[in-house]
C-alpha cells in the first residue's frame, strides 16, 4: 500500500521521519553578546498587509478595503513617528500588491533608515499555490519591492507565516539571508532540508508575540478582539523581560491596521521605553540581527 493511502498511524517509520526532516531546525545561531556587548537584540518588525487582507481572499469589501487604508493613512505614519522618536530601526514586510498601491510609504520606510522584506504578492497562501506559482510569485515580490523602494529585499515573512513544502527551496534558490516565518526556538538558526543545511537563517516568530492573535476582528463570524491592550502589553514586556534575562532575542511582530490605533500604539510606544530603560539592548533590523548571529554564532 502506498503510504498516500494509509492513516498517519500505519505510515512506516521511514515517511513520518520524511515529513518531520523536510524542514528543520539546525544549529542555534546565538552569539555571546550582540554588538557593543549588548546583552539583547530587539527586533521589531511590522507587516503592511493593508488591502491584501481582504483581496487574497477574492473579496472586494470596501469597508474591510477601507479598514487596510487606514493601515497606510494612519497605521504606518504613526508606528514611524514612534520609531523615529525614540531613534528604533525596525522592519517592514511588505505584499508587493502593497508596495504598488502605496510606493510612497515604501520610500518613506526605507529612508528612515527601516528594512523592507518580501510579504507575497497578494498576501496568498504559500501552501494552496502549485510550486510554480508560488516560485513566480515571491520572486516578483522580490522584484518589484526593489523596483519601488529602490533596496533589494534580503530576507522574506511568507504570507500568515504559511510555509509550503516548497518555499525554504524557493527563498535559498534566491539567494535570500533569512526567512522569518517559523516557530522552532527563541534565538536565530539555520534552516536545514532534507537534513542538508541551507544557508537561510530563521529569525524566528510565534503567535504569542503578535498583536493580530489578540485584536483580530470579523464583523460576521464570531471572532472579536479578546485581550485588552494591558494584557497584550503585559505579555509583550514578559516576553522582552525574559528574553533580556537569558541575554537572547526579542522579537515582535505589529500591523498597522491593527496596532495603529489611539487605544493601541500606547503598547509599542510603552515597551520601547520600558526596553531602553535597560542597559545593553540593541534595535535592529531583521537583516542586521540575521547577518550578526551568523556571522558571530557561539
Ligand atoms: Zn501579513
Redesign the pocket.
Known amino acids: 500500500m502506498n503510504a498516500d493511502d494509509m492513516q498517519p498511524w500505519q505510515w512506516p517509520d521511514a515517511h513520518w521521519r520524511a515529513i518531520v526532516d523536510h524542514v528543520r531546525a539546525g544549529r542555534t545561531l546565538r552569539p555571546a553578546q550582540w554588538p557593543g556587548g549588548a546583552r539583547c537584540a530587539v527586533a521589531l518588525s511590522f507587516?503592511?498587509?493593508h488591502e491584501?487582507?481582504e483581496l487574497r481572499e477574492g473579496g472586494g469589501s470596501i469597508g474591510k478595503l477601507s479598514q487596510g487604508q487606514y493601515g497606510n493613512r494612519q497605521g504606518v505614519p504613526r508606528i514611524l513617528s514612534i520609531l523615529a522618536r525614540h531613534d528604533v530601526k525596525a522592519s517592514f514586510?511588505v505584499?508587493a500588491v502593497v508596495a504598488m498601491l502605496y510606493p510612497d510609504e515604501q520610500r518613506r520606510v526605507v529612508a528612515e533608515g527601516h528594512e523592507i522584506g518580501i510579504?507575497?504578492w497578494i498576501?496568498e497562501r504559500n501552501s494552496v499555490l502549485p510550486p510554480d506559482v508560488e516560485r513566480d510569485l515571491q520572486m516578483r515580490a522580490a522584484d518589484t519591492l526593489e523596483r519601488i523602494a529602490g533596496v533589494r529585499p534580503v530576507g522574506i515573512?511568507t504570507?500568515?507565516?504559511d510555509f509550503s513544502p516548497h518555499t525554504l527551496a524557493i527563498t535559498r534558490d534566491m539567494g535570500l539571508v533569512y526567512d522569518s516565518s517559523l516557530m522552532a526556538d527563541v534565538d536565530c538558526y539555520e534552516l536545514m532540508m532534507d537534513g542538508e543545511a541551507t544557508g537561510v537563517v530563521e529569525l524566528p516568530v510565534e503567535w504569542i508575540r503578535d498583536d493580530?492573535v489578540y485584536f483580530g476582528m470579523n464583523r460576521f463570524a464570531g471572532l472579536r478582539p479578546y485581550t485588552p491592550p494591558t494584557d497584550v502589553h503585559d505579555i509583550f514586556r514578559r516576553e522582552f523581560d525574559a528574553a533580556y534575562r537569558e541575554g537572547g532575542l526579542f522579537q515582535l511582530t505589529m500591523?498597522p491596521h491593527i496596532t495603529g490605533y489611539r487605544s493601541r500604539l500606547w503598547i509599542l510606544e510603552s515597551l520601547i521605553e520600558h526596553m531602553k530603560g535597560h542597559d545593553g539592548v540593541w534595535f535592529a533590523t531583521h537583516a542586521d540581527i540575521v547577518a550578526y548571529a551568523k556571522a558571530h554564532a557561539a
Open positions: 507587516d503592511s498587509d491584501t487582507n514586510f505584499p510579504h507575497g498576501h515573512r504570507p500568515s507565516w493580530a500591523h
